[in-house]
């Protein structure tokens, strides 16, 4: 059994920012083939700012402290700040994770890259440091506990 620290127990326990935007102008939805974790991020852009964003997370409970504190981390943020929040980073905000649950923290980064990837093609705009024909790398990973 990983102990987790109490931030994420807190994220885990307590979950910000969950659900779904109906109108969003992003998704991103990422899953693992492995494990079965799937996860969708939507925002709400205004401003080259991301106003609003949710989450769906089907998965394990470090996955659900991850997308919380991703979405904490870029709510209010610009795109391009945004894009700098790496899986990395969300964990180390996290009070770090099991070395196990290290790989849970790589969907909340991709599945937020995606979605503003998302809503750079569908409003036909280049942001810097997301190429136009990005591919985001869906990586594997075995789902230990
Ligand atoms: Fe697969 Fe956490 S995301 S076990």
Redesign the pocket.
Known sequence: MPVYSEKVMQHFMNPHNVGEIEDADGVGEIG?P??G?MMTFYIKVKDNRIEDVKYKTF??G??IAVSSMASDMVKGKTLQEALLVTPAKVAQELEGLPKN?L??SN?GAQALRKAIRNYAINNKIEIPGLTDNEEIEEEE?A?GT
Do not use: E
Request: proline letters at 0%; one cysteine or more; aromatic letters at 0%.
């Open positions: 693992n492995v494990c974790d998965g394990c470090a996955a649950k790989h849970c969907l990973h789902c």
